[in-house]
DNA sequence: GGTGACGTTGACGTTAACGTCAACTGGTAA
DNA sequence: TTACCAGTTGACGTTAACGTCAACGTCACC
């Protein structure tokens, strides 16, 4: 450790602690950074996350959840960096986020609708099962697991 | 239901009309077909779509704005088919139901939280625009469009 | 001084969801 | 007839987001 000015006590991540956390894959996380969403500092070749890189995966894993693809979370992240850039520059990242907001109330109106509709199939659903004089919550035969998610 | 006596008077379209109303290629209408989403009947070999065609495409591309894939809009889709499937089949289905609504529900609440986050940022953004005498609500000088979206 | 465990950089493979031709088939308006 | 549509079927190209090697460095440990 050579540790610059930093608050020595900063808790540090390697790369196989955060993929292990977030469940994901070292090689996912290189390429974020490839992708210039993260930017940990190196001990020689060897990368080191901070709280602020930990942070940063976490925002970008809700961020691919909600449906941003790699490239808007980038923008979405540096609009976090920012702080002081060109006023010109501030403003367009304004008006990104805003776009942004936008886009997203309009998929959570979607998903209520969606879930909506699901649920309405759902009641058909048990219906049918009841009508055949079967409960509905029964839980499922022995259902083959495909694989363990974890790692 | 193959009932060669459907409602005359129902209307339909072409896959054409299809695109323009929801402004998506045809090719994209087709390969939807091609993965077992729609199943319009035929005229010779033009394809021709129905009212319940036509919903379906409604709500694929929502439920792709939602996040789910082709496969898993499939088995939605089947699902509003059935009907009066295997008993067993019923019971796969529901449970698939259900737990999209979990998932849906999990998204939602991320978006909720990424949009407050969102919020956040703008008003820090617009701080620092107002720190330098500037009125955040301006429109942007001449915003370069890429493309006109539409076809 | 070998042997893992952990880490690194390429390079290539893969899947999803179409885009982009190219070549062909009717129907119809001139 | 010719020409022009709208529509059709392949076949191949493309982008995003990684997975999957392969080949290498390096450090602690025995």
Redesign the interface.
């Known amino acids: 450790m050579k540790a610059g000015a930093e608050p020595a006590g900063s808790k540090t991540y390697s790369i196989t602690q955060l993929s292990e956390e977030f469940s994901i894959t070292p090689r996912a996380i290189r390429f974020y950074e490839d992708r210039g969403l993260l930017h940990p500092r190196r001990d020689g070749q060897t990368r080191i996350y901070s709280q602020r890189d930990w942070v940063r995966l976490l ?1 970008i894993l ?2 691919k ?3 941003f693809s790699l490239a808007e979370l980038r923008e ?1 992240l540096d ?2 960096d ?3 850039g060109q ?1 010109e520059q ?6 990104t ?2 776009a ?2 936008v886009s ?5 109106q ?6 909506s ?3 309405t ?2 009641g058909h ?2 219906n ?2 009841v009508e ?1 004089g ?1 409960d ?1 919550h ?1 839980p ?1 035969p022995a259902q083959r697991r495909r694989r363990a998610g974890a790692a």
């Open positions: 925002l809700r961020g959840r909600v449906g979405i609009l976090y920012l702080g002081d006023t501030i403003r367009r990242t304004l008006e986020a805003r942004k907001m997203l109330e309009r998929q959570r979607d998903i209520d609708q969606t879930i509709e699901l649920k199939a759902c659903f048990e049918l099962l055949r079967i509905p029964m499922l």
